[in-house]
């Protein structure tokens, strides 16, 4: 145990993140629109999306602990997903906020639905610029 690491961006244990990625998913999988999205992409392998909810589990770990677990770069791996709409974000934050409600205290969902949202926003900012046609701007 480091005592000098930072205090918990929330009082969050990793089996609570744990669970709730994979209700997430569970949930994701069965969604009309979302669903065939992700299983285009990963599949329906049971071993896939164990290595996919694993990443999730590290990058919330990350943000929310300040556990080293995860490195990648998600504004650039949306961004070059061209099957994802900018709407779609409104879907999976609704999905993730019903998760959240049903599987933590309100207290801890509430702040977990906050950063979802603020990293969210972000996202869906970086797949809308990367969806605009590059160029001159039309100036008239
Ligand atoms: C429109 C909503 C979204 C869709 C359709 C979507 C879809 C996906 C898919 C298909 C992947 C797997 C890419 C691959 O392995 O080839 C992925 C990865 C990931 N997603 Fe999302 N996502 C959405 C929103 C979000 C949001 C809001 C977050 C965070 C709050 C997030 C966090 C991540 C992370 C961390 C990865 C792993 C990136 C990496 O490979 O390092 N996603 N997403």
New binding site residues.
């Given amino acids: 145990m480091n005592t000098h690491a930072l205090p918990p961006r929330i009082p969050l244990t990793r089996r609570q993140i744990e669970t709730v990625v994979k209700h997430f998913y569970a949930r994701v999988r069965v969604d009309k629109t ?1 669903g065939p ?2 299983i285009g ?2 599949s329906n392998d049971p071993e896939i999306w164990r290595v ?1 909810e694993a ?2 589990a590290n ?1 919330w770990a990350n943000a929310i602990l300040h556990e080293r677990s ?1 490195d ?3 504004m650039l ?2 961004s070059g ?1 061209s ?4 709407s ?2 409104t ?3 609704a999905l ?1 906020d019903q998760t959240l409600s049903d599987e933590l205290p309100s207290d801890l969902a509430l702040q977990w639905s906050t950063l ?1 949202h603020r ?2 926003r972000g ?2 900012f970086g ?1 809308e610029s990367a969806r605009e046609t590059s160029g001159p701007p039309i100036l008239r």
């Avoid at 099957?83 to 900018?86: G, L, M, R, V």
């Fill in positions: 979302l999205l992700f992409i990963l996919h990443k999730i990058f995860y990648g770069n998600p791996v949306h997903i099957a994802i709409e900018p779609m974000f879907n999976w934050l993730f979802a990293i969210g996202l869906r797949v």
